[in-house]
């Protein structure tokens, strides 16, 4: 009985949300200027210390059980292998030899160079053998290169309270904040040993940046204002005081400008327009008044849809604690935009622009196609990433990647993340099957027009 109950509230609310939530079109564009000054930032400054000095970079080929160029004699053909063997893309802007999502700076002493992650380790991609700063990178192994980048500057990987990922391409971004926010107070001073937290969040794919500038909430859950300035500098809890933070808030006030600027690349292949054209007419009728409609202008409801209706993993938002996110909103993080504690708990359906380059989907990754997504008879359980981003790997027909069954057994040694295993933590490839009841040729058809969005 109570789940009937729960169901149609759910419902309800899904309805009432839909109906009263405020439609956006691509807002004001932002100040021109702040967007440079963003770019700018985004491309060319390192806001943390180095953690790993050059030495790291050039000697963690001693970890790989394969020949590697030599770092000194071929360094573009080593800096080739570094971001194959660990997922990282070449950077579309000068980078100092470095992949993107990689950049140098000094260690703390200020004198000593050495490199750190940025942004662009999770929001850099490239897909068709181009990088584009907001496209999720959907090959990064953060559980391989982060302990080798330690060991090889003989260090010691510090202890993690969570797992970094379990497959290439989602990252556990959400516990690296949480775990960070237990070690602050209220006024972000450091405090000695950890809060309990009771958060568990899973490893999850990121979402891309062009779809910001529609939304009016963001983050999978849709809690949190999309205008939050604040939100984003989380980053950089490994190090800055409270006081640092007040002095960057305008720096990051730009890079959001520059994050709302951002627009998709278009779809590269001949489309099919009378199918495209019918296929509208089934998202209209079927997809539209969760996900929008996209005219001359984007229409976007922003709507928070309840698990029990979504029904996709449910650990991204069962996993995160009140405590959490009452901490959180007791800092300065959230002093002019807090999370919505009150707010639905569910997925916001995002905005589908540029969809057809931003495959794997769902927000832990775990569908490799479109057509996968809206069938979900077709979802693999367990198979394997695809090599690399090259179009070779692209599937034009079912739009995302092509894949192939993981064979059973162990994982292969030198590459085990490439497995994407739904049975793990927060990984599950169930729900979101609102296409299931359409015909082989509605989805097609579909498919066809989500490619011209
Ligand atoms: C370790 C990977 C990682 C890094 C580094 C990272 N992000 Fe993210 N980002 C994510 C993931 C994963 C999400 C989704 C989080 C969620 O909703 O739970 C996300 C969400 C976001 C969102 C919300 C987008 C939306 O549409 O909801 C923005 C904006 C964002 N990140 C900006 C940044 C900026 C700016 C930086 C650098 C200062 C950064 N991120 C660094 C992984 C990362
Ligand atoms: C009841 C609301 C609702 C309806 C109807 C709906 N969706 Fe969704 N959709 C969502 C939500 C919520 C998500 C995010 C779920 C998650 O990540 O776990 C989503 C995710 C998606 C994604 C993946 C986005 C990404 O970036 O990974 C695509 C593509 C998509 N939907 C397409 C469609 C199409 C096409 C239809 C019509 C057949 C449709 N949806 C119908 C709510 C809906």
Same mark, same amino acid.
């Given at each position: ?39 700018? !930032? ?17 000697? %963690?080929?001693?970890?790989?059980g394969e ?11 080593? !800096? ?7 997922? *990282? ?34 929001? +850099? ?14 090959q990064?192994d953060?559980?391989g290169?982060?302990?080798?980048? *330690? ?15 379990t497959s290439r391409g ?7 904040? %949480? ?58 809890? !490994? ?12 720096? *990051? ?38 996900? +929008? ?39 300065? *993080? ?26 794997p ?5 775990s569908v490799p196609t479109?057509?996968a ?5 077709l979802r693999p359980r367990r198979y394997l990433r695809p090599p690399s981003?090259?179009?070779?790997h692209?599937d ?5 990647w092509k894949f192939v069954e993981a064979p059973d057994g162990p994982p292969d040694p030198k590459d085990p993340r490439r497995v994407f295993d739904a049975s793990r933590?927060?990984l599950?490839v ?24």
């Amino acid at each position: 009985m109570s789940t009937d109950f729960a169901k149609r509230r759910s419902l309800m609310v899904l309805l009432v949300a839909a109906a009263f939530s405020t439609s956006t079109t691509a807002g004001e564009p932002p100040d021109p200027a702040a967007v440079e000054r963003g770019r700018k !930032a985004m491309e060319g400054r390192q806001f943390l210390n180095a953690e790993w000095s050059d030495a790291a970079f050039k000697g %963690v080929a001693k970890f790989w059980g394969e020949p590697a160029p030599d770092p000194d004699v071929d360094p573009d053909g080593y !800096a080739r292998a570094f971001a194959k063997r660990y997922g *990282f893309h070449p950077a579309p802007f000068p980078n100092d030899g470095l992949p993107m999502g990689l950049k140098r700076s000094t260690k703390a002493d200020g004198k000593t160079r050495g490199m750190q992650v940025d942004c662009l380790v999770c929001h +850099g991609g490239s897909i068709g053998g181009k990088s584009y700063v907001g496209l999720p990178n959907t090959q990064i192994d953060y559980a391989g290169f982060f302990p080798d980048l *330690f060991r090889a500057d003989g260090r010691r990987l510090p202890i993690l309270p969570f797992v970094l990922n379990t497959s290439r391409g989602t990252t556990n971004a959400g516990m690296m904040s %949480v775990a960070l926010m237990a070690f602050r107070n209220s006024d972000l001073s450091l405090r000695r040993f950890p809060m309990a937290m009771g958060t568990n969040l899973p490893e999850l794919d990121a979402p891309p940046w062009w779809v910001l500038k529609y939304k009016t909430t963001m983050y999978y859950d849709g809690r949190t204002p999309a205008g939050s300035v604040r939100s984003i500098m989380q980053f950089l809890l !490994a190090e800055k005081t409270a006081d640092q933070f007040r002095e960057l808030e305008p720096a *990051f006030a730009d890079i959001h400008a520059y994050l709302l600027s951002i627009e998709p690349p278009k779809y590269p292949f001949a489309v099919d327009a009378d199918a495209a054209a019918r296929g509208r007419a089934v998202f209209e009728e079927s997809c539209a008044k969760c996900h +929008g409609a996209y005219g001359e202008r984007v229409d976007y409801p922003n709507v928070v849809v309840p698990l029990d209706v979504i029904k996709t993993d449910p650990a991204r938002i069962e996993g995160l604690s009140e405590l959490s996110v009452n901490h959180y909103n007791s800092t300065w *993080f959230a002093e002019r935009h807090p999370v919505d504690v009150d707010a639905e708990r569910g997925y916001q359906a995002p905005p589908l622009v540029g969809i057809w380059a931003s495959a794997p989907y769902l927000h832990n990754g775990s569908v490799p196609t479109l057509r996968a997504l809206l069938d979900s008879r077709l979802r693999p359980r367990r198979y394997l990433r695809p090599p690399s981003t090259d179009f070779e790997h692209y599937d034009q027909r079912d739009v995302g990647w092509k894949f192939v069954e993981a064979p059973d057994g162990p994982p292969d040694p030198k590459d085990p993340r490439r497995v994407f295993d739904a049975s793990r933590y927060g990984l599950g490839v169930g729900g979101h099957t609102f296409g299931d009841k359409l015909s082989e040729a509605q989805r097609s058809d579909l498919i066809e027009y989500l490619k011209t969005l």
